[in-house]
T-cell receptor, first 110, second 116 residues
C-alpha cells in the first residue's frame, strides 16, 4: 500500500525566507503528484500538479520537483509571505487512487 | 466558473441518526471523490464515482455509501452515526484527460459533521 510522508510536520520561518517542504512516497509507480494548501477549516486548494513524466512545475513563487526513482517531491516557496501560512499537503495517484500525506503546517512570521 | 459546491457546510447529528451530504462538481467534471478528514487520521479516501459508477472504494464500513447522478452531482450517506464519524467531509472533482484515469483534483469547502 502506498504511504506518503511529509516532514517536518510543522515549520515556522520569518517573512522573506525561502523554504522547502518535503514529500516522500513508498511506491514509485505513481501516475501524478499534486500539491495543495489548506487553510484552517477550509477545503484544499490545488497549487501544482506534476505528471509522472515531468520533473518539475512552476507557478509564481512556487516550484515543485519530482524524483520518482527516489520517491521524493519537494515544494519550494520563494520569498515567503505571511499569507503563505497554511497547511501544505501532497498527494500521489497510485493504482487509481489518491494517497495523501499528513501535511506540513507552515507559519510565516511577519 | 463555479467551483465544487458542498452542502450543507455544517451539521450536528446525534448517534444513531443518518446524514446525507451533497456535492456539485465543476461543470464538465465527471469524476467525483469523497474524503474524510480528521485530526488523528488525516485525509482518508472514501470512494470515487465516474459516470454514475463507483470506480474505487476506500476502507470504510458499509455504513458509508454514495451515489452519483446523471448530471455528475454526488451524494454520500452515513447511516447509524457514531461519535467517531465527526469529521470534515471533503468532495473533489476532476476531469480526466484522454486516456487517463484521473486528472487534477479540485476540492470543495467541505461539510463539517459533528456527532453528539
Amino acid at each position: 500500500k502506498q504511504e506518503v510522508t511529509q516532514i517536518p510536520a510543522a515549520l515556522s520561518v520569518p517573512e522573506g525566507e525561502n523554504l522547502v517542504l518535503n514529500c516522500s512516497f513508498t511506491d514509485s509507480a505513481i501516475y501524478n503528484l499534486q500539491w495543495f494548501r489548506q487553510d484552517p477549516g477550509k477545503g484544499l486548494t490545488s497549487l501544482l500538479l506534476i505528471q509522472s513524466s515531468q520533473r518539475e512545475q512552476t507557478s509564481g513563487r512556487l516550484n515543485a520537483s519530482l524524483d520518482k526513482s527516489s520517491g521524493r517531491s519537494t515544494l519550494y516557496i520563494a520569498a515567503s509571505q505571511p499569507g503563505d501560512s497554511a497547511t501544505y499537503l501532497c498527494a500521489v495517484v497510485t493504482g487509481n487512487q489518491f494517497y495523501f500525506g499528513t501535511g506540513t503546517s507552515l507559519t510565516v512570521i511577519p | 466558473k463555479a467551483g465544487v459546491t458542498q452542502t450543507p457546510r455544517y451539521l450536528i447529528k446525534t448517534r444513531g441518526q443518518q446524514v446525507t451530504l451533497s456535492c456539485s462538481p465543476i461543470s464538465g467534471h465527471r469524476s467525483v471523490s469523497w474524503y474524510q478528514q480528521t485530526p488523528g487520521q488525516g485525509l482518508q479516501f472514501l470512494f470515487e464515482y465516474f459516470s454514475e459508477t463507483q470506480r474505487n472504494k476506500g476502507n470504510f464500513p458499509g455504513r458509508f455509501s454514495g451515489r452519483q447522478f446523471s448530471n455528475s452531482r454526488s451524494e454520500m450517506n452515513v447511516s447509524t452515526l457514531e461519535l467517531g464519524d465527526s469529521a470534515l467531509y471533503l468532495c473533489a472533482s476532476s476531469r480526466p484527460q484522454l486516456g487517463a484515469y484521473t486528472g487534477e483534483l479540485f476540492f470543495g469547502e467541505g461539510s463539517r459533521l459533528t456527532v453528539l
